[in-house]
């Protein structure tokens, strides 16, 4: 028995992909996967290896069905390591495939809250969707509200995994065999995708995802996030408030309802900006379909299998990294990205950093539709991977998040300018987060965890300053005596602020202070 037998536990899917792959003349990867081997032979010299046609593979992806559908459309959003043109192909992958039985659908829905007459008054036997992962229904509750109800495919999580296991074999040969694919950390990618479907099947998770959004959204009334209801609500089925709207897509309709498009781009601007920078916790796929503007003039945002996460230093670099692009910081754009990403050995930082220069003076005098200041970060990130610096998944898809925002919000307002509204909303963000009170915060934390080290100066400066009195005043033992008399000074300007930061978090004139003190501890001890 052969390594593949032995790692692979459905054989039988494994050569319907293989065989999948050679019909759709992609030889190529059969050949650079060493899998030519497991056609018959006949077909093995009539399978091509010149570089596939992108629709081929989009083909390809649609007949492999569900998970190689969804495993097209991240595809879609990596332009930093996918050629564009395969892009543009697998952004068109249909995940629309014929609907299942209605009767099937109500014996899940039963089996996981309930009887259908108990909790719905009205249940539409025609599914309003039919996706890949589930179907969608419209209906009512008892208690009067509109809804929508999900219902997950049935059988579907056993065939994304059987699929998953063989598309992590299929990136682990890869890496084996090229420095390539071992470069843009493939295995990597494909655990992050296994997440990905992982979280999308399960719609206990999506309504957590409109729950988290929909609270950090509630400062801003005019962002619509659908209600969930938790108690109508599992990992198989998902039961969420009927909004209606009209796609973003449909300027004709948006016109007749007056809607006041330049204050939808400075609400998307100001909704997009805040779920990335601000929460870390963004709608990762905000397409047309996705994007409606009710009659009042509100943004509503609906299905949320697919968000992103950042952490809090990535998003303030990243919002750092938006203020030097619009400030024209060569030097300091380049550094951010690299902190951000892996540099590899051979990496070409000095081509890269002409990239970044030659981009940020394009967009000086570039009109919004040709470049911007998200398509101008987005185009630095895709430029990095092929200079060697890689960056991870989930930044690229925020670069791609925004953009295509940027995208909705020029077809509702072809006319916008976005710079200035990106800089302010991204300056008032990284300002609320590094407020006094926020920085004190993050010092006290910082002070409970040193505490002891802390505690102890008292006695580390006594014991400072009876050394310093009993040395003599060479030249080099003055220096001593200086650079311990300076470590003194440090020591007390951190105590005082200690102080003031604990004693009087609610005063912003003394908080201000203990800042103060703080940032000369630090100039001092950076001398």
Request: glycine share 4%; net charge negative; hydrophobic share 40%.
């Amino acid at each position: 028995m052969g390594r593949i037998e032995k790692d692979i536990n459905d054989i039988k899917r494994f050569d319907e992909i293989v065989h999948i792959l050679a019909d759709e003349e992609l030889g190529i990867i059969l050949d650079e996967l060493d899998l030519k081997h497991r056609l018959p032979f006949s077909k093995r010299f009539s399978t091509r290896d010149k570089k596939p046609k992108p629709e081929r593979l989009r083909e390809a992806f649609e007949e492999l069905g569900p998970t190689f559908v969804k495993l097209g459309q991240i595809m879609a959003q990596r332009p930093d390591i996918v050629p564009r043109r395969y892009i543009e192909e697998l952004e068109a992958l249909e995940d629309s495939v014929p609907p299942f039985d209605t009767e099937k659908a109500v014996e899940i829905i039963e089996e996981e809250i309930g009887l259908i007459d108990e909790h719905f008054s009205e249940f539409d036997d025609e599914p309003m969707a039919a996706a890949s992962i589930a179907q969608v229904y419209s209906a009512r509750l008892v208690s009067g509200e509109e809804v929508v109800v999900k219902v997950r495919r049935p059988g579907i999580k056993e065939k994304v995994q059987r699929d998953l296991d063989i598309i992590e074999f299929l990136a682990k040969r890869g890496e084996s065999m090229s420095e390539d694919l071992r470069n843009v950390q493939l295995v990597d990618l494909v655990k992050e995708f296994d997440k990905w479907i992982n979280e999308e099947m399960d719609l206990n998770r999506e309504g957590r995802n409109a729950q988290v959004i929909r609270e950090n959204m509630s400062d801003n009334e005019r962002v619509r996030i659908p209600k969930v209801y938790d108690e109508y609500t599992s990992e198989r089925v998902l039961v969420m408030e009927k909004v209606s709207g009209v796609k973003c897509t449909e300027t004709d309709k948006l016109e007749e309802l007056h809607i006041d498009t330049a204050e939808i781009t400075r609400l998307g601007i100001k909704m997009g900006l805040n779920q990335v920078i601000r929460d870390g916790f963004f709608h990762a796929d905000p397409h047309p379909s996705n994007f409606f503007i009710d009659e009042d003039g509100n943004i509503i945002l609906i299905d949320f299998g697919m968000v992103g996460k950042l952490t809090k230093s990535t998003r303030e670099k990243l919002g750092i990294l938006f203020l030097h692009i619009a400030n024209e910081d060569i030097d300091s754009a380049f550094e951010v990205i690299k902190d951000l990403g892996h540099v590899a050995p051979d990496a070409e930082e000095e081509a890269f950093k002409q990239d970044i220069e030659e981009m940020i003076l394009t967009l000086r005098n570039a009109r919004v539709k040709d470049h911007s200041l998200t398509k101008t970060m987005f185009k630095m990130i895709v430029r990095a991977s092929q200079r060697g610096v890689y960056l991870p998944t989930n930044l690229v898809l925020t670069g791609k998040t925004l953009v295509t925002i940027e995208g909705i919000l020029l077809t509702i307002n072809p006319e916008a300018q976005f710079t200035e509204d990106y800089k302010n909303q991204v300056e008032k963000i990284l300002k609320e987060q590094n407020s006094p009170k926020q920085l004190a915060k993050t010092f006290m934390i910082d002070f409970y965890q040193n505490k002891e080290t802390l505690t102890k100066a008292p006695s580390k400066i006594s014991q400072l300053m009876e050394n310093a009195g009993k040395q003599q005043q060479q030249p080099q033992q003055q220096a001593q005596y200086s650079e311990k008399h300076e470590e003194i000074v440090v020591t007390g300007l951190i105590l005082s602020a200690v102080f003031l930061f604990s004693q009087t978090l609610p005063t912003d004139t003394l908080q201000l202070m203990g800042a103060g003190l703080l940032m000369v501890a630090v100039w001092l001890f950076a001398r």
